[in-house]
């Protein structure tokens, strides 16, 4: 069996000014915004498991894609965007989500794998896409991602207040009125989006590191949605960026590292919280 080396690598400082770093620092800092202000509706909304999902029910589009020589972003996009529709059509309340999420889930990780076997360059991206990559990010995606991210801030400030009214308390909200399927929909497909962008970071295997676990430690540190959002967004972005620096000083896996430092941030929040709580 190969010894793993972590040796530190002195040239680390021109691998972070090589052009491909380049873009996954500014392809981090697209997704940490997106990740950050939707992880926080997705724990209000208690949807950690449809969020965590999507991932997954986005690798038949993946895998799929391959198969017909299209972006693996635009395959896992659309699959994502489908089952989010579902979902969110189907279940109106969180026990019905569950119930939805799960269903689709099976069916879509099953036929992720049956496209897999039928082609071997397929097989071959899978671990990339399980795991992600985001040192291959190219110009183009960083462009997809820069417009996901204004299209993502202009629509969150046209249903900003009916989203976090229902997402806060849902049968208040609509006795108020609040169209809540309208807002199951338009929350699902959002997520799509940004799950679609925060794949090639962590992968579909870790995405819940990026878009959950960041927002659960700001939950615990902010006492506002905004605080909250702005905090987990940052949170998000320095595990990034710290996992990005440290790959490039010792030979490990970005998205390795990117998850033990988001997974570091939410046990320091932890015990802060438990500190105040004596």
């Not at 940490?32 to 950690?48: C, E, N, P």
């Not at 999420?101 to 071959?124: D, E, H, I, K, W």
């Not at 988001?262 to 500190?275: D, H, P, Q």
Request: charge should be neutral; proline fraction near 4%.
């Amino acid at each position: 069996m190969n010894a793993i080396d972590f040796s530190f690598d002195p040239e680390w400082m021109s691998t972070l000014s090589a052009p491909f770093m380049m873009n996954a620092f500014v392809a981090g800092l697209c997704i940490a915004l997106a990740a950050g202000v939707m992880g926080y509706f997705t724990i209000a909304r208690r949807s950690t498991f449809a969020a965590h999902a999507l991932a997954h029910i986005g690798l038949p589009g993946a895998t799929g894609a391959v198969l017909l020589g299209l972006p693996v972003s635009l395959g896992m996009g659309v699959f994502a965007l489908g089952g989010a529709l579902v979902i969110g059509a189907l279940g109106k309340r969180v026990s019905e989500r569950e119930i939805a999420t799960g269903t689709v889930l099976a069916f879509a990780t099953g036929l992720g794998l049956f496209f897999a076997r039928l082609s071997s360059s397929a097989s071959q991206q899978m671990q990339s896409i399980l795991f992600g990559s985001i040192l291959t990010i190219t110009d183009g995606q960083i462009i997809g991602f820069a417009i996901f991210d204004a299209l993502l801030l202009i629509l969150l400030a046209i249903i900003y207040r009916p989203l976090l009214f229902s997402s806060l308390d849902e049968q208040v909200a609509q006795a108020k009125g609040v169209p809540i399927g309208l807002m199951n929909v338009a929350f699902m497909a959002i997520m799509a989006g940004v799950i679609t962008i925060a794949v090639p970071a962590v992968g579909t295997l870790l995405i819940f590191a990026l878009v959950i676990t960041p927002a659960a430690a700001a939950n615990i540190l902010a006492g506002s949605p905004l605080k909250a959002m702005i905090i987990a967004s940052a949170l998000c972005l320095i595990s990034i960026w710290a996992g990005l620096v440290l790959s490039a000083m010792f030979p490990a896996p970005p998205s390795f590292i990117i998850v033990t430092i988001s997974t570091l941030f939410w046990a320091i929040a932890k015990g802060v919280e438990a500190l105040k709580s004596r």
